[in-house]
């Protein structure tokens, strides 16, 4: 029920801290790739607004630290995210997409931590990403 997805080598990693709301803090590398650019501005964002930007794939490492007091130190999470609509139009004033996902949890994690990551990744996605898979 649980797997190592390895996506995050070919979009690539950017370093950057991961602060969830009090109920942790971690360090580690985040990585968001989606179809379109999703806010931009109506002048570029113009045609795709409904017809693009519905996917994504959110992808976390925690290098170090806890979410809800379990420890996360080197594990992993990735959300793929489709969307009814451009995920970015909430932004921009628009209704927020009805949201469908798969989690992938780091096979490595025990119980606690694999509910820890995807609470984790619920949370620092604005909600909505998915349940394990």
């Not at 990585?31 to 959110?58: D, N």
């Not at 619920?122 to 998915?130: D, I, P, R």
């Amino acid at each position: 029920m649980k797997r190592i997805l390895i996506l995050a080598a070919v979009v690539g990693l950017a370093a950057s801290p991961l602060m969830a709301g009090g109920k942790g803090l971690l360090n580690g590398q985040y990585v968001e790739a989606r179809t379109a650019e999703v806010f931009t501005g109506g002048c570029i964002m113009g045609s795709e607004a409904e017809t693009m930007g519905k996917q994504a794939v959110l992808a976390w490492k925690v290098g170090h630290g806890s979410f809800n007091g379990v420890s996360l130190d080197g594990l992993s999470v990735v959300a793929a995210v489709a969307g009814d609509k451009n995920l970015g139009l909430q932004e921009i004033g628009g209704a927020r997409a009805n949201v469908k996902s798969a989690m992938f949890v780091d096979e490595r994690a025990n119980p606690a931590q694999q509910l820890a990551l995807v609470a984790m990744a619920n949370e620092l996605s604005g909600g909505g990403v998915g349940t394990i898979v």
